[in-house]
């Protein structure tokens, strides 16, 4: 199983901030998945990287997935109290590769 | 269309009692995942079905844990001889293919007493 680590763990701050979280291995990944999960519903896909390098934008959110396929961020501009959750990002591997979530990075938005 | 659908969507079970969990994947979807989530951490790889065919079970924690899909479609999860250690979400998934978007289900919140 590969590892994921996300940072931080935790980030509260202010409505209109601009902020980037993190995924983390010493693994090269074929591809890697971010999803946000609210409070009582299970995660939502927001994203898949597939090439070393790529940039993907979603309204103000841009992820991007390292050169050597190793890590991942998202940015998010101008944050909104609706971007408040829990993000992950998860190593959606095949076969033996198992499964691999983050523990995520809970993020809090405040008005 | 209807998503992935889990119920019940709370149980609460005594130390030592079976529980039974079930998953209604998207119709058509082809595998089907379960995930254990503890309280503020991401969810924990269970097991892996591809149609009724279990191809990955690595991730149940002990052999209390048995999960089945004999139809390729629903899927029930079983805790025999709950432990307090056992209280989580369980989340299911489901995918049209290996490696591809999961959609996920709300989760069935188990506690048990």
């Known amino acids: 199983t590969q590892l994921l680590e996300q940072s931080p763990q935790f980030l509260s701050i202010q409505e209109g901030e601009n902020l980037t979280v993190y995924c983390n291995s010493s693994s090269v990944f074929s591809s890697l998945q971010w999803y946000r999960q609210e409070p009582g519903e299970g995660p939502v896909l927001l994203v898949t990287v597939v090439t070393g390098g790529e940039v993907k934008k979603l309204k103000r959110l841009t992820f991007q997935f390292g050169d050597a396929r190793k890590d991942s961020s998202l940015h998010i501009t101008a944050a909104q109290p609706g971007d408040t959750g829990l993000y992950l990002c998860?190593?959606?591997?095949?076969?033996?590769?198992?499964?691999?979530f983050g523990k995520g990075t809970h993020l809090i938005i405040q008005p | 269309g209807a998503g992935v659908s889990q119920s019940p969507r709370y149980k609460v079970a005594k130390r030592g009692q079976d529980v039974a969990l079930r998953c209604d994947p998207i119709?058509?979807?082809?595998?089907l995942f379960w995930y254990q989530q503890a309280l503020g951490q991401g969810p924990e790889f269970l097991t892996y079905?591809?149609?009724?065919?279990?191809?990955?079970k690595s991730g149940l924690p002990s052999d209390r844990f048995f999960a089945e899909r004999p139809e390729g479609s629903v899927s029930t999860l079983k805790i025999q001889r709950t432990q307090q250690e056992d209280s989580a979400v369980y989340l299911c998934?489901?995918?049209?293919?290996?490696?591809?978007?999961?959609?996920f289900g709300p989760g069935t919140r188990l506690t048990v007493t």
């Open positions: 998934a489901s995918s049209p293919m290996e490696r591809y978007e999961q959609y």
């Open positions: 119709s058509g979807h082809v595998s």
């Open positions: 998860l190593y959606p591997g095949g076969g033996a590769d198992g499964l691999t």
């Open positions: 079905f591809q149609n009724e065919a279990q191809l990955d």
